[in-house]
Nanobody, 126 residues
Protein backbone atom coordinates (compact mmCIF):
# COMPACT_ATOMS: atom_id res chain seq x y z
CA UNK A 1 0.00 0.00 0.00
CA UNK A 2 1.01 3.58 -0.50
CA UNK A 3 2.76 5.06 2.49
CA UNK A 4 3.66 8.72 2.86
CA UNK A 5 5.44 9.93 5.98
CA UNK A 6 6.31 13.55 6.65
CA UNK A 7 8.91 14.61 9.18
CA UNK A 8 11.12 17.53 10.10
CA UNK A 9 8.63 19.88 11.66
CA UNK A 10 8.88 21.37 15.08
CA UNK A 11 9.34 24.64 16.91
CA UNK A 12 11.56 27.18 15.18
CA UNK A 13 12.44 30.81 15.71
CA UNK A 14 11.52 33.58 13.29
CA UNK A 15 14.26 33.99 10.73
CA UNK A 16 15.38 30.40 11.05
CA UNK A 17 15.07 27.52 8.61
CA UNK A 18 13.52 24.08 8.51
CA UNK A 19 13.75 21.23 6.04
CA UNK A 20 10.72 19.01 5.90
CA UNK A 21 10.97 15.49 4.49
CA UNK A 22 8.41 13.36 2.70
CA UNK A 23 9.24 9.68 2.39
CA UNK A 24 6.99 7.96 -0.11
CA UNK A 25 6.75 4.24 -0.81
CA UNK A 26 4.43 1.51 -1.94
CA UNK A 27 3.49 2.87 -5.36
CA UNK A 28 4.68 2.03 -8.86
CA UNK A 29 3.57 4.93 -11.03
CA UNK A 30 5.80 5.45 -14.05
CA UNK A 31 5.84 9.12 -13.18
CA UNK A 32 4.33 11.09 -10.38
CA UNK A 33 3.90 14.46 -8.79
CA UNK A 34 4.61 15.03 -5.13
CA UNK A 35 3.31 18.20 -3.57
CA UNK A 36 3.41 20.04 -0.28
CA UNK A 37 0.33 21.64 1.17
CA UNK A 38 -0.10 24.04 4.03
CA UNK A 39 -3.02 23.77 6.42
CA UNK A 40 -4.00 26.28 9.08
CA UNK A 41 -7.13 26.10 11.22
CA UNK A 42 -10.22 27.42 9.50
CA UNK A 43 -8.72 27.45 6.02
CA UNK A 44 -8.49 24.97 3.18
CA UNK A 45 -5.32 23.18 2.19
CA UNK A 46 -3.11 25.60 0.28
CA UNK A 47 -0.66 24.31 -2.28
CA UNK A 48 2.94 25.32 -1.69
CA UNK A 49 4.87 23.51 -4.42
CA UNK A 50 5.02 20.31 -6.43
CA UNK A 51 7.77 18.40 -8.19
CA UNK A 52 7.42 15.96 -11.09
CA UNK A 53 9.49 12.80 -11.24
CA UNK A 54 10.10 12.67 -14.99
CA UNK A 55 12.07 15.88 -15.15
CA UNK A 56 12.32 17.20 -11.57
CA UNK A 57 10.52 20.29 -12.72
CA UNK A 58 9.23 22.35 -9.83
CA UNK A 59 6.16 24.52 -9.57
CA UNK A 60 5.17 26.98 -6.89
CA UNK A 61 2.16 28.88 -5.82
CA UNK A 62 2.84 32.49 -6.69
CA UNK A 63 5.23 34.03 -4.21
CA UNK A 64 6.09 30.82 -2.40
CA UNK A 65 9.41 30.42 -4.22
CA UNK A 66 10.75 33.42 -2.33
CA UNK A 67 11.30 31.35 0.80
CA UNK A 68 10.23 27.78 -0.03
CA UNK A 69 12.25 25.29 -2.06
CA UNK A 70 11.06 21.84 -3.11
CA UNK A 71 13.53 19.17 -4.17
CA UNK A 72 13.70 15.41 -4.69
CA UNK A 73 16.18 12.64 -3.96
CA UNK A 74 15.26 9.99 -6.52
CA UNK A 75 17.45 7.33 -4.92
CA UNK A 76 15.56 7.43 -1.64
CA UNK A 77 12.23 8.54 -3.10
CA UNK A 78 12.23 11.43 -0.68
CA UNK A 79 10.96 14.92 -1.36
CA UNK A 80 12.02 17.89 0.71
CA UNK A 81 10.59 21.28 1.46
CA UNK A 82 13.13 23.83 2.61
CA UNK A 83 11.65 26.81 4.39
CA UNK A 84 13.93 29.79 4.93
CA UNK A 85 13.44 33.06 6.78
CA UNK A 86 10.67 31.54 8.82
CA UNK A 87 7.82 33.79 9.86
CA UNK A 88 5.13 33.23 12.48
CA UNK A 89 2.57 33.06 9.67
CA UNK A 90 4.33 29.94 8.37
CA UNK A 91 2.93 28.13 11.38
CA UNK A 92 0.81 25.32 9.99
CA UNK A 93 0.54 21.62 9.48
CA UNK A 94 2.41 20.68 6.32
CA UNK A 95 1.15 17.74 4.30
CA UNK A 96 2.76 15.76 1.52
CA UNK A 97 0.68 14.15 -1.21
CA UNK A 98 1.36 12.08 -4.34
CA UNK A 99 -0.43 11.26 -7.58
CA UNK A 100 0.53 9.48 -10.77
CA UNK A 101 0.86 11.75 -13.79
CA UNK A 102 1.50 11.50 -17.51
CA UNK A 103 2.61 15.08 -18.10
CA UNK A 104 4.86 17.37 -16.18
CA UNK A 105 3.15 20.44 -14.89
CA UNK A 106 1.69 22.38 -12.03
CA UNK A 107 -0.40 20.21 -9.74
CA UNK A 108 -1.31 22.34 -6.76
CA UNK A 109 -5.00 21.69 -6.41
CA UNK A 110 -5.47 19.42 -3.38
CA UNK A 111 -8.35 17.66 -5.12
CA UNK A 112 -5.86 16.13 -7.58
CA UNK A 113 -4.31 14.03 -4.89
CA UNK A 114 -5.42 10.68 -3.59
CA UNK A 115 -2.56 9.72 -1.28
CA UNK A 116 -1.70 11.91 1.67
CA UNK A 117 0.63 11.75 4.62
CA UNK A 118 -0.28 12.45 8.21
CA UNK A 119 1.28 15.89 8.26
CA UNK A 120 4.08 17.49 10.23
CA UNK A 121 3.54 20.50 12.46
CA UNK A 122 5.62 23.64 12.02
CA UNK A 123 5.42 26.27 14.74
CA UNK A 124 7.33 29.51 14.34
CA UNK A 125 7.60 31.48 17.54
CA UNK A 126 10.17 33.26 19.65
Amino acid sequence: EVQIVESGGGLAQPGGSLRLSCAASGFSFDDYSIAWFQKVPGKEHAGVANICSMDDATYYTDGMEERFTISRDSASNTVYLQIDSLRPEDTATYYCAVRGIYFTGRYLNPTYYVHWGQGTQVTVSS
